[in-house]
């Protein structure tokens, strides 16, 4: 049992190049969640997928795309990365997205764009 | 709108003696409270979290944490400190409002054990 995989775990990207996070989850979860974190700000959701089929907006979508493969996938795309872009990745999942609900996260994807 | 405020970016402890590290929340409904735990180039851990019932939550590791309703904080605590525990402490929320569909995280707290 992995829970939470993403790949890759490290990535350099030029401005305007195009990449897409992947994530997995093996736990039968039904929501999954895409956050950024960046020093002394926290996590910041940046869209979520409450289940397969759906995706919704979180509190910073501009830049991002992402599509709910699956049940078990949800990837991240930057169609063209900028350097407010640099980041750390982590995608998470969770039963079934209730208020009291813990999210499991992934290990995360440091991204660097020059 | 919800919020967390974690108002020390560091906090500074010695090991075997008593370590707090703070929170204090804003949401619209009941509060859905959670502590997750960063250790150095790796993802977060799931801590502890309130729902509803007992005031005092024990959690991995040792952790416990106190809800207070009256004051809106959500203090994570540990009797003894080890150096083990030195990592990155997040305080998360989630309300029960209409809208309050995200997970709302604090700026983190930088716990140092000195041996």
């Known amino acids: 049992n992995a829970g939470v995989t993403q790949t890759p775990k490290f990535q350099v990207l030029k401005t305007g190049q195009s990449m897409t996070l992947q994530c997995a989850q093996d736990m039968n979860h039904n929501s999954m969640y895409w956050y950024r974190q960046d020093p002394g700000m926290g996590l910041r959701l940046i869209y979520y997928s409450a289940s397969e089929g759906t995706t919704d907006k979180g509190e910073v979508p501009n830049g991002y795309n992402v599509s709910r493969l699956n049940k078990r996938e949800f990837s991240l795309r930057l169609e063209s990365a900028a350097p407010s872009q640099t980041s750390v990745y982590f995608c998470a999942s969770s039963d079934s997205g209730g208020y009291q609900e813990t999210q499991y996260f992934g290990p995360g994807t440091r991204l660097l764009v020059l | 709108a919800q919020s967390v405020a974690q108002p020390e970016d560091q906090v500074n402890v010695a090991e075997g003696n008593p370590l707090t590290v703070k929170c204090t929340y804003s949401?619209?409904?009941?509060?859905?409270l959670f502590w997750y735990v960063q250790y150095p180039n790796r993802g977060l851990q799931f801590l502890l979290k309130y729902i509803t019932g007992d005031n005092l939550v024990k959690g991995s590791y040792g952790f416990e944490a106190e809800f207070n309703k009256s004051q809106t904080s959500f203090h994570l605590k540990k009797p003894s400190a080890l150096v083990s525990d030195s990592a990155l402490y997040f305080c998360?929320?989630?309300?029960?409002?209409?809208?309050?569909?995200?997970?709302?995280f604090g700026k983190g707290t930088k716990l140092s054990v000195i041996p």
């Open positions: 949401v619209s409904g009941n509060p859905y």
């Open positions: 998360a929320v989630r309300g029960s409002g209409a809208g309050s569909y995200q997970l709302t």
